[in-house]
């Protein structure tokens, strides 16, 4: 029996020996900086824009890897080009930044002036797109702008197809595709409302109409 208490005692013992050398050297590891972030890769954008970005974050270089996360880069998400980023980790010490560029999705007139929407719901400091992309009129709110755009593009409708986006003041809005149909949304649209109008396009006893009506529920108006 005093054996059997001896074997326990000794196991216990050493036990408690590998715990406290582990503690002590997980802390001269921790000490040594061994997980201080050391490098920094960015990517998204072109080379001299990925390299201004790395230069403005300098202050993140020797902060623990394990307690950087992705809301310590509020003000690159916010950043008016990004739509997101992902970090990414690559232990022990070198930290991946990778963006989402805005694209754009329309032009809004105001007044004599064009602003470039991107599809963070941001105005892009771009004055010119090589893509053709819908014109949108009659509104100045942004956010109202985004949402009827974005309700669009995700809709059956080819957005591609859409020349002209015309808001009012009611809160409806029209769309002009580029085969010169105007179609007419009510004041209540909804995102199945626009994926019947795609229906109609498809119809044969519309095709040869200038406009499609939808502004009053249950019937629909066409002109030739």
């Known amino acids: 029996m005093p054996l059997k208490i001896d074997k326990n005692l000794r196991f ?26 050391s490098q920094i890769e960015v990517n998204g954008f072109s080379d001299k824009k990925n390299t201004l970005i790395k230069d403005e974050i300098r202050n993140i270089i020797d902060k623990n890897i394990f307690f950087v996360e992705k809301k310590n880069f509020k003000k690159l998400i916010d950043r008016n080009d990004t739509k997101d980023l992902l970090i990414k980790k690559i232990y022990p010490n070198k930290l991946i930044i990778n963006f ?40 100045e709110n942004i956010d109202n702008i985004f949402k009827v755009v974005n309700l669009l593009r995700l809709s059956k409708l080819d957005y591609d197809k859409i020349n002209k986006i015309i808001l ?12 010169e149909l105007l ?10 409302i626009i994926n019947h109008s795609n229906r109609l396009l498809n119809d044969k006893k519309f095709i040869n109409s200038k406009v499609i009506d939808l502004r009053l529920k249950n019937r629909i108006i066409k002109y030739e």
Do not use: Q
């Open 183 to 192: 179609i007419r949304f009510p004041i209540k649209y909804t995102e199945e």
């Open 168 to 179: 009012f003041k009611s809160g409806r809005f029209d769309i002009n595709l580029e085969s």
């Open 100 to 139: 989402i560029p805005a694209k754009p999705i329309c032009i809004i007139l105001f007044k004599d002036d064009k602003i470039i929407l991107g599809d963070n719901g941001k105005k892009l400091n771009i004055k010119t797109t090589k893509k053709k992309l819908p014109v949108v009129s009659g509104s």
């Open 12 to 37: 216990f013992v050493y036990g408690f020996i590998l715990v406290f050398l582990t503690s002590i050297n997980n802390y001269n590891l921790f000490n040594k900086k061994l997980f201080n972030i």
